[in-house]
């Protein structure tokens, strides 16, 4: 019978008790010990659950306290200079300094880069290296993590970021060679491996996910001489593992690397398998990740057994294991608990849990067992109807959707003309000041949420509520001086989940976290259906805000391209269409705001680049429809309307085309944690509409100086013209203090002030 695995399971916990103690011991209610304890528990909890759903083999290491590609760097003392008095101090702070800042103690820190993990959801920690760089291990998790799986009677395979994939997905302070630093990493890697060989470990999983990228020969040549070094040292079977698409022309070296095992993806690429079982040699193990790791809709039997039988035929059952695709961190961790969904529609999903009971059906089946089949062909009977169900197709949406002509991605003229008539409605001053849009979500705001939808404070109640706290934040932005203020979002649970609600084709969980970084957590809408908007979905709320002031008010929105990237999509429509009828419903709430009064509107699109293909020949098709999606959105609206958008750690160098094919009228994007050195692609390219690079890094505590802001302004002035420059923030306020964003903002807008007097002091 096939082995049943998979390669990782999400961190955060049912109830997201991670999450809880994270920020109890950032905020200093707790101590490290009882972080650790609750670290420990949700392994310990987490192992056990899998291997119950039917494991054979159970990861470890896979386990983190913020981020996984962190803690390699932790591991193997790739920490920067600046963070190790810290990590003299306190190794956890240091840890921590690395992932948030750090500014206490006499320690002024910022936080490393933080960027996509491949075209997922998730943040990764970007580690910093340079020429001459020392590794060598440091610290015992990965062996500690074995022992403990080990203690409860776990057959358990240890997890590692591989050597090639660690460097490549790094950057190099000083513009050096990163793959140069290999020989350096390779004795510290063999050394660990060593370890994990006496302590019992008879696999070990090196993830080496750049294998689905474009690779230079130069990468492919560090892949050989890596795998060939760790193969001569004293070390555990290894699994390669690759995901999130097809190996392609990496295939060949991937396959001959001498590794024991190799893992592929065959939800996203099923159609290599043929060739992978050709290249693959006679002594390999093929790990099949045959059930989809970053969605939640069950699988298809139809196309997975064939897929199985094939792979059976060919190398029999010892050499073939079952897995995910991926690892399981992108989808939430129990179906179960989810009691409140339609029966129907629950039926057809499978979150971490019973992706894993599905793969031991599959392998029963294999092995003949009766009750095994029936089971699977009722699967595919259930999915079969539910392409029939009531709102699955909606005529009027596909209809409307059809007729849909290319004068629906046109504004009515050119960014010049419109930036004349912004210019005479609006009239703000040079360099104006504005924030992203969210305003921080207080506990008593998210209380008040959850009694009024329990039904425990009634609607009228709720409502005062909420325009008391928006007129609060409207008087907080005038008192401090903004020039464009936001109404502050606190009806708003999250920028994705709140539009979901109130659009026909979506369902909500209720206990369906998925992490995005360390402690941040975000609960995927389900798009099952077409979709639709019934009825405006914030126009009253930007209304009432903008007749508490005279001050232009803008309107907040998500966009298309976001909304499906950040949502479980369904899987029986291509993705460009679930995103053009999106687009659409967006299209009709732009209108309603124009029509009522507010003359910016904000559609964010963090999520354009985190949608690209990840092998660059696809990427024209994809950037095709996405700016067509965000067109049709913003289409149609008076020359005087400004457009908005903003996008959050993203590369821009590759894509700076498509990002000015949006012909938005302003773009505000991330630099605080590169330093304003994301503008240099807007500056090569001659952007030509506004741009608001972030000038302080919401995701840290950290609050920056007024000088250090005007330093940053000043490097954006260095590429930009003043006419262009917007002041803010570099994302929304709504996981941070009031006391920090007050503090912050006043720095930020007395850095506008002093550098509007310094360029108006400026002869001519």
């Known amino acids: 019978m096939p082995l049943v695995t998979h390669s990782g399971f999400p961190r955060i916990g049912l109830k997201r008790e991670l999450k809880r103690a994270l920020e109890a011991h950032w905020r200093g209610g707790t101590d490290a010990r009882a972080l650790k304890d609750t670290a420990r ?12 759903a039917g494991a054979d083999v159970v990861p470890c290491n896979d386990f983190s306290l913020y981020d996984h590609v962190l803690d390699t760097a932790v591991l193997f003392d790739a920490i920067p200079e600046r963070y190790r008095l810290v990590f003299a101090e306190n190794a956890l702070d240091g840890y921590f300094a690395m992932a948030r800042g750090h500014k206490r103690g ?18 990764y920690l970007v580690p910093e290296l340079q020429a001459g760089q020392r590794f060598a291990l440091n610290g015992d998790k990965p062996l500690a993590e074995f022992r403990e799986a080990r203690s409860l009677g776990l057959h358990a395979r240890p997890v590692l970021l591989g050597p090639v994939s660690f460097l490549l997905l790094s950057k190099t302070v000083d513009g050096s060679d990163r793959l140069a630093l290999l020989d350096a990493l390779l004795p510290p890697y063999a050394d660990l491996l060593g370890q994990l060989a006496d302590a019992g470990a008879d696999w070990v999983q090196l993830d080496e996910p750049c294998l689905v990228l474009d690779l230079e020969d130069v990468d492919r040549a560090a892949y050989r001489h890596a795998y060939a070094t760790l193969a001569a040292a004293r070390t555990p079977r290894l699994l390669l593992a690759s995901y999130f698409g097809a190996l392609g022309d990496n295939l060949a070296m991937a396959a001959a690397l001498p590794a024991d095992g190799l893992h592929v993806d065959l939800v996203r690429a099923p159609e290599q398998l043929d060739a992978v079982l050709d290249a693959l040699p006679a002594d390999r193990i093929l790990s099949a990740g045959v059930v989809d790791g970053r969605n939640i809709w069950r699988s298809h039997p139809g196309r997975v057994l064939p897929l199985l039988r094939k792979a059976r035929a060919r190398i029999g059952d010892e050499r073939l294991w079952l897995a995910p695709s991926c690892s399981l961190l992108h989808v939430p961790i129990d179906l179960e608990a989810e009691t409140g969904l339609d029966p129907q529609r629950r039926a057809s999903m499978a979150f971490a849990r019973q992706k894993i009971e599905e793969l031991r059906v599959y392998a029963d089946a294999l092995a003949g067992q009766p009750e095994a089949d029936a089971a699977l062909a009722a699967q595919q009977g259930l999915l079969d109807a539910q392409a029939n169900a009531p709102g699955v197709v909606v005529a009027g949406v596909r209809g409307r959707l059809h007729a849909l002509g290319p004068q629906a991605c046109l504004r009515r003229s050119a960014h010049a003309v419109r930036r004349a008539s912004q210019a005479e409605v609006l009239d703000l001053p040079p360099l104006p000041t504005t924030t992203i849009g969210s305003f921080p979500q207080t506990d008593d705001l998210r209380k008040a949420r959850a009694a009024h939808r329990a039904g425990k404070l009634d609607d009228e109640a709720y409502e005062q509520r909420l325009r008391a706290e928006i007129e609060r934040v409207v008087r907080f932005q005038e008192r401090l001086g903004l020039d464009v203020l936001v109404h502050g979002e606190p009806e708003r649970n999250d920028m994705v989940e709140y539009f979901g609600e109130q659009l026909d084709g979506y369902l909500f969980t209720r206990l369906g976290w998925v992490q995005s970084y360390g402690s941040r957590c975000v609960k995927p809408p389900v798009i099952w259906g ?10 009253r709320w930007s209304r009432y805000a903008q007749s508490l002031t005279d001050k232009p008010m803008k309107g907040m929105l998500t966009g298309p391209v976001t909304m499906l990237q950040w949502s479980f999509v369904r899987d029986d429509l291509p993705r460009e269409t679930v995103c053009r009828q999106i687009a659409l419903a967006l299209r009709d709430e732009v209108h309603d705001l124009e029509a009522a009064g507010i003359g910016l509107i904000q559609i964010d699109e963090p999520a354009l680049r985190e949608g690209l293909p ?23 609206v008076r020359d005087a309307t400004q457009i908005h958008t903003h996008m959050c750690y993203s590369e821009f160098n590759d894509i700076i085309e498509a990002v000015a094919a949006m012909d938005a009228d302003v773009i505000s994007i991330e630099t605080s944690r590169s330093r304003m050195e994301l503008l240099d692609a807007f500056a090569r390219f001659r952007y030509p509409n506004g741009i608001g690079p972030g000038v302080y890094d919401i995701h840290s505590p950290r609050v920056p100086g007024q000088e250090e802001i005007l330093d940053l302004l000043h490097k954006a002035l260095d590429v930009l013209q003043p006419g262009q420059l917007w002041i803010n923030p570099d994302c929304g306020l709504k996981t941070r203090g009031w006391p920090e964003v007050e503090q912050a903002l006043r720095h930020m807008v007395d850095g506008a002030r002093q550098l509007r007097a310094e360029l108006e002091a400026i002869p001519g």
């Open 41 to 52: 528990t949700l392994r310990l909890s987490h192992w056990q659950l899998a291997h119950a």
């Open 106 to 123: 006499g320690h002024d820190l910022h936080a490393l880069e933080m960027t996509k993990w491949f075209d997922t959801n998730y943040h």
């Open 530 to 539: 077409d979709v639709a908007r019934p009825a405006p979905m914030t126009v």
């Open 614 to 636: 990840l092998r660059r020949a696809d990427w024209p098709g994809y950037l095709a429809w996405a700016v067509e999606c965000f067109r049709i959105a913003a289409g149609g």
